[in-house]
T-cell receptor, first 117, second 115 residues
Framework: AQSVAQPEDQVNVAEGNPLTVKCTYSVSGNPYLFWYVQYPNRGLQFLLKYITGDNLVKGSYGFEAEFNKSQTSFHLKKPSALVSDSALYFCAVRDGYSGAGSYQLTFGKGTKLSVIP | EPEVTQTPSHQVTQMGQEVILRCVPISNHLYFYWYRQILGQKVEFLVSFYNNEISEKSEIFDDQFSVERPDGSNFTLKIRSTKLEDSAMYFC?????????????FGPGTRLTVL
């Protein structure tokens, strides 16, 4: 079974400071990892994904994430936070060895990011 | 940029009534999904759909649920007899190919309230 943990319900950061939103995962095969963001009254918007290759993945809006296999982590980062980054962030995983066509994503419970002006 | 759309944005129904939630996936996508999020809980997978049949479903997706692609653009989720515990945000998603690395793109969701 696959699972995702986002240990922080809320992260507060001052505008202009770097931000990190944490995610750890568990899968039996190769992890395919995703970050989504949800703004109020909007759906889940795709930010970035890690499938293979370089451990540092760059995505939309200046976000990046670092895959760490030994720590089974995929933390989301941004060098300089904006007030407009305030939203709910979800980490998700798929098992790359799901075999017979399993495409379901397993999500973490989400982390609310508040960027303070 | 193409988007997944969902209607209605909010649906209120009485317990025991049937509801149909509608989704228009991205036009050239082949795989379709429904997820739900009960207030304060995780987003949970319900079902995936490809080539006019269910390819995978979760334990949540029991006989009260069904999915259909009635035409070339719509993808629907029907709940036959709603229960109070069906109250949730329902998200539709689509992806372009059968590659397991493909990204699922989500719609804005339908908030279902069962009274």
């Amino acid at each position: 079974a696959q699972s995702v943990a986002q240990p922080e319900d809320q992260v507060n950061v001052a505008e202009g400071n770097p931000l990190t939103v944490k995610c750890t995962y568990s899968v039996s095969g190769n992890p395919y990892l995703f970050w989504y963001v949800q703004y109020p009254n909007r759906g889940l918007q795709f930010l970035l994904k890690y499938i293979t290759g370089d451990n540092l993945v760059k995505g939309s809006y200046g976000f990046e994430a670092e895959f760490n296999k030994s720590q089974t982590s995929f933390h989301l980062k941004k060098p300089s936070a904006l007030v407009s980054d305030s939203a709910l962030y979800f980490c998700a995983v798929r098992d790359g060895y799901s075999g017979a066509g399993s495409y379901q994503l397993t999500f973490g419970k989400g982390t609310k990011l508040s960027v303070i002006p | 940029e193409p988007e997944v759309t969902q209607t209605p944005s909010h649906q209120v129904t009485q317990m025991g009534q049937e509801v149909i939630l509608r989704c228009v996936p991205i036009s050239n996508h082949l795989y379709f999904y429904w997820y739900r999020q009960i207030l304060g809980q995780k987003v949970e997978f319900l079902v995936s759909f490809y080539n006019n049949e269910i390819s995978e479903k979760s334990e949540i997706f029991d006989d009260q649920f069904s999915v259909e692609r009635p035409d070339g653009s719509n993808f629907t989720l029907k709940i036959r007899s709603t229960k109070l515990e069906d109250s949730a945000m329902y998200f539709c998603a689509s992806s372009g190919s059968q590659r397991s690395t493909d990204t699922q793109y989500f719609g804005p969701g339908t908030r279902l309230t069962v009274l």
